[in-house]
T-cell receptor, first 115, second 114 residues
Framework: AQSVAQPEDQVNVAEGNPLTVKCTYSVSGNPYLFWYVQYPNRGLQFLLKYITGDNLVKGSYGFEAEFNKSQTSFHLKKPSALVSDSALYFCAVRAPDTGRRALTFGSGTRLQVQP | NAGVTQTPKFQVLKTGQSMTLQCAQDMNHNSMYWYRQDPGMGLRLIYYSASEGTTDKGEVPNGYNVSRLNKREFSLRLESAAPSQTSVYFC?????????????FGDGTRLSIL
């Protein structure tokens, strides 16, 4: 079975400060890892993914995520937060051999960036 | 380019009623998905369609049926609605490269079952 944990329901950060949204996972084999963002009353938007290669993955809107195999983590980061980054963030995982089967999503972390 | 379009946006049903949620994508994607989103639980896959004419059960298929009418459209039907099916439903799609990974989502259907 595969699972994802997002240990923080909410993260608060001041505009201009760096932000981190945490994600840890459990999966058999090498994971495929994803981050999505959801704005109010909208569907999810894909931010970035890790399949293989460089542990630091860059994505949309200045976000990046670092894959750490020993800690089974895939934390989302941004050097300087914007008020417009305030949204709900989801981490997701799947094992490579599950093919068309579902991603497993975390429960989400609400990011609040204060001006 | 509309992406993924879901109708209706809101619906209130009584227990036992039936309804069909509609989804269409205009990106020529092969794969389409139906998810439900409940507070504190992330998204859970209801059904998946890898291509026209094929459908597979996801994590929570009970109480639902789907139809992949053509490459563009993927509908979700509740035959006899139950209060436990109160949720926000999202349709998503992905191209061949994104197999198994939803790339584009609709804006959701907010469904309440009384």
């Amino acid at each position: 079975a595969q699972s994802v944990a997002q240990p923080e329901d909410q993260v608060n950060v001041a505009e201009g400060n760096p932000l981190t949204v945490k994600c840890t996972y459990s999966v058999s084999g090498n994971p495929y890892l994803f981050w999505y963002v959801q704005y109010p009353n909208r569907g999810l938007q894909f931010l970035l993914k890790y399949i293989t290669g460089d542990n630091l993955v860059k994505g949309s809107y200045g976000f990046e995520a670092e894959f750490n195999k020993s800690q089974t983590s895939f934390h989302l980061k941004k050097p300087s937060a914007l008020v417009s980054d305030s949204a709900l963030y989801f981490c997701a995982v799947r094992a490579p051999d599950t093919g068309r089967r579902a991603l497993t999503f975390g429960s989400g972390t609400r990011l609040q960036v204060q001006p | 380019n509309a992406g993924v379009t879901q109708t209706p946006k809101f619906q209130v049903l009584k227990t036992g009623q039936s309804m069909t949620l509609q989804c269409a994508q205009d990106m020529n994607h092969n794969s389409m998905y139906w998810y439900r989103q409940d507070p504190g639980m992330g998204l859970r896959l209801i059904y998946y369609s890898a291509s026209e004419g094929t459908t597979d059960k996801g994590e929570v298929p009970n109480g639902y049926n789907v139809s992949r009418l053509n490459k563009r459209e993927f509908s979700l039907r509740l035959e006899s609605a139950a209060p436990s099916q109160t949720s926000v439903y999202f349709c998503a799609s992905s191209d061949r490269e994104g197999r198994g990974q939803p790339q584009h989502f609709g804006d959701g259907t907010r469904l309440s079952i009384l």
